[in-house]
């Protein structure tokens, strides 16, 4: 099994529990997929704002990532 398909197997197992509200899914599904940038974004709404730092520093570190993006989030979540 490669890489692909073992992400692909995380996220539908992911998707088929029972979540509580659509932040925890959402922040499940970041989880599964390791991504930062959706936990970056995310975090706040369950009041983690360092976790979110944290996340938006990763995100910005991640290849490929589109930093201007991530720098916008973080903008977003401070102004909150």
């Not at 692909?8 to 997929?33: G, K």
């Amino acid at each position: 099994m490669g890489v692909v398909e073992a992400d692909l197997d995380r996220f539908l197992a992911a998707m088929e529990r029972a979540f509580t509200s659509p932040v925890h899914r959402a922040l499940t599904m970041a989880d599964a997929l390791d991504s930062a940038a959706i936990r970056a974004a995310f975090l706040p709404r369950i009041g983690d704002m360092a976790g979110s730092i944290r996340a938006h520093r990763q995100a910005l570190d991640t290849p490929g990532i589109n930093q201007r993006l991530v720098l916008e989030s973080l903008i977003q979540m401070v102004d909150r």
